[in-house]
């Protein structure tokens, strides 16, 4: 327990001092220490008190005493090297996404390869450091502590009130005298969620993560409202008349007439940008990396203020193809209950005579996408291995320059009378950052950075649309260009609103008049606002807002951003932040800064827990059909 207490502060002290500048911002070096002390009471109460219990009991005879002082050595031997595991796992993972190890941390650990040359390529320094620390600990902690060939016993009359006393510390695994145990809301004090995640431990923070996985897929309820409140709030949001929704069983579905009909169905293809936020895009007052996206930009409808409900390439998934908004569990793409049936843009298609394809350069099994899929409405998947034998394949697969030109290839090939929906992922922005030489500079040393990886993957996009409007399938194809997520969520705020802002933008031969869309918008907006402008009219149970309609971009606009445990809903400029087991609060969001409200906003929070609370029913029931 003592080598436990020094690992956790030399790293704690270590992560401060990194740290110190959005500590002492928030004035709340005193909270880092003193709740520090008490979550580390709490992990090491989690995992000693039963062990310590036991012990008394088989302190009763000399050959029980001796196994068990020999398990109770290798039980401590690998309880540290756990602890000491995670800890120096968290520099990494907090340079990446800003937190302490959550439930991400094991999500990633079904696919190997991927993961495993991302973290070879670009974390070989924590991977050293570890093989040489954790052997070294493990060799320190056997030469200072080593099972006593001879214990100590006790007499019954003295083992089962010590039993009991020992039993009785369980409470130190709550680290509360109250009704409540501790939780990591205990240390949540401050408006930075890294600055109140530093006093906890990460071994801690994993475990609460997997814990709060495991007891709902429909994750984390903020609050509990009534069935009838909750569907009145979420219906009358969407903008529609209350009488469109007839179906009790399926409380949002409705039928949308299209405000462009047109004689003729267009297909329709998404390109889903992998991490592109908005601090990469020139138009977007970001870095000069996309000067063919700032160039489209000015022949499209260009969406000034869109953002991503999440950080995970499938959370952008189920908001851009399904529509769904999101919750603090795991993306409907890796649900059980939405594999089959679950309402996406291919299904809402199939109807209307559509073939639906996934293009990915890397393996479609990834993160669960060809199951989901194949599931809901898609045809078939175009992945890695139908890539040509010339293609460059990097850690995550094809680059986008070779995934757009198959994909351009198969349009091209598309019989003229037969509508197409193609989904197109692409990923050669993603770290390790691998992609092949092309003619465009780069934008600094070394080569594989982020910014250079998003100046080839623009460059890729751009040769891809050069292509495209040569080509026959141009007049009637529209194109939606859009990130999945941005490439790194981090900031001294509770929700870093100026990393979920990204790129949108809907353009091809059927739209003749640019447009700039300046209210605030979600990707669940995407898809009902793709199908209007397709000419599509028919039943859906999206809640997104049609923002081709004139009157929808009259409103204030609002986005639902999902941040590991807590979850945002934006208005214009105002913000009610939902966290687990604390109250909810109004923020204003200005000029980049997410501030507490004093004003206070319940309207603003009725909406905001109105949906979250909708995403989780609307899983759970099967509403979304």
Do not use: C
Not at 52 to 75: E, K, N, Q, V
Not at 143 to 170: H, I, K, M, N
Not at 177 to 199: F, I, K, Y
Not at 456 to 476: I, K, P
């Amino acid at each position: 327990m003592l080598a436990m207490l020094a690992v956790l502060w030399l790293s704690r002290i270590g992560l401060a001092l990194w740290q110190s500048p959005r500590i002492a911002e928030v004035q709340a070096w005193g909270l880092v220490l003193r709740q520090g002390l008490r979550f580390d009471g709490v992990l090491l109460g989690l995992l000693w008190t039963l062990p310590a219990a036991i012990t008394p009991w088989m302190a009763l005879h000399p050959d029980s005493a001796r196994a068990w002082g020999r398990f109770l050595w290798a039980y401590g031997l690998l309880a540290l090297l756990l602890l000491a595991f995670m800890e120096l796992s968290t520099p990494a993972f907090i340079a990446q996404y800003d937190s302490r190890p959550n439930y991400l941390f094991v999500e990633y650990l079904g696919y190997a390869k991927e993961v495993g040359g991302t973290l070879v390529k670009d974390y070989w320094a924590h991977l050293l450091a570890a093989l040489v620390l954790l052997p070294a600990l493990a060799l320190g902690y056997g030469r200072l502590s080593r099972p006593d060939p001879t214990p100590a016993l006790l007499p019954l009359w003295q083992a089962v009130p010590l039993s009991v006393l020992l039993l009785s510390l369980a409470i130190a695994g709550r680290g509360s005298l109250g009704h409540r145990p501790a939780n990591p809301a205990s240390a949540a004090l401050t408006a930075d969620h890294l600055v109140n995640e530093l006093p906890l431990n990460s071994l801690y923070t994993l475990m609460y993560a997997i814990y709060q996985a495991r007891k709902s897929e429909a994750g984390i309820t903020y609050a509990e409202m009534p069935r009838a409140q909750v569907l009145d709030t979420v219906r009358r949001e969407t903008g529609l008349p209350a009488d469109v929704f007839a179906d009790d069983g399926r409380p949002t579905r409705h039928h949308r007439a299209s405000l462009h009909p047109r004689t003729r169905p267009l297909n329709l293809v998404i390109v889903l940008e992998e991490s592109l936020g908005a601090e990469f895009v020139g138009r977007m007052g970001g870095l000069p990396l996309t000067p063919n996206l700032d160039r489209l930009a000015d022949e499209g409808i260009w969406f000034e203020r869109l953002y991503a409900t999440g950080t995970r390439s499938v959370r952008g998934i189920e908001a851009v193809v399904a529509g769904f908004p999101p919750t603090s569990a795991v993306s409907t793409v890796k649900l059980a209950k939405s594999q089959r049936d679950f309402f996406t843009l291919a299904s809402f298609l199939k109807p209307h005579g559509y073939e639906s394809t996934f293009y990915y350069g890397g393996e479609s099994h990834f993160d669960n996408m060809r199951s989901y899929f194949m599931g809901n409405g898609f045809d078939r998947v175009v992945e890695q291995k139908d890539m040509p034998r010339d293609a460059f394949i990097g850690t995550w697969g094809a680059s986008d320059g070779d995934l757009f030109d198959v994909a351009h290839r198969a349009f091209e090939a598309q019989p003229a009378d037969k509508p197409f929906f193609a989904l197109v992922f692409t990923s050669s922005n993603h770290a390790p950052f691998e992609f092949p030489e092309a003619p465009f500079t780069l934008h600094e040393q070394p080569r594989a950075t982020v910014n250079n990886a998003v100046k080839y993957a623009d460059h890729a996009l751009g040769h891809f649309f050069e292509q495209a409007r040569r080509s026959r399938y141009w007049d009637n194809t529209l194109f939606l260009v859009v990130a999945d997520h941005n490439s790194r969520v981090y900031g001294p705020s509770l929700v870093p609103i100026e990393r979920f802002h990204i790129p949108g933008l809907i353009l091809g031969g059927p739209v003749k008049q640019p447009q700039r869309i300046t209210t605030v918008a979600s990707q669940i907006d995407l898809a009902p606002t793709l199908v209007s402008l397709m000419g599509l009219s028919g039943e859906r149970p999206w809640i997104g807002r049609d923002l081709s309609d004139p009157a929808q971009q009259q409103r204030p606009g609002r986005a639902i951003m999902q941040f590991d445990k807590t979850q945002a809903y934006m208005e214009g400029n105002d913000v009610a932040v939902l966290q687990p087991d604390t109250s909810a609060r109004t923020m204003r969001y200005e000029q980049g800064q997410l501030r507490d409200n004093p004003v206070g906003n319940p309207a603003l929070i009725e909406k905001a827990q109105a949906h979250a609370r909708f995403a989780q029913w609307a899983y759970q029931e099967g509403w979304h059909r």
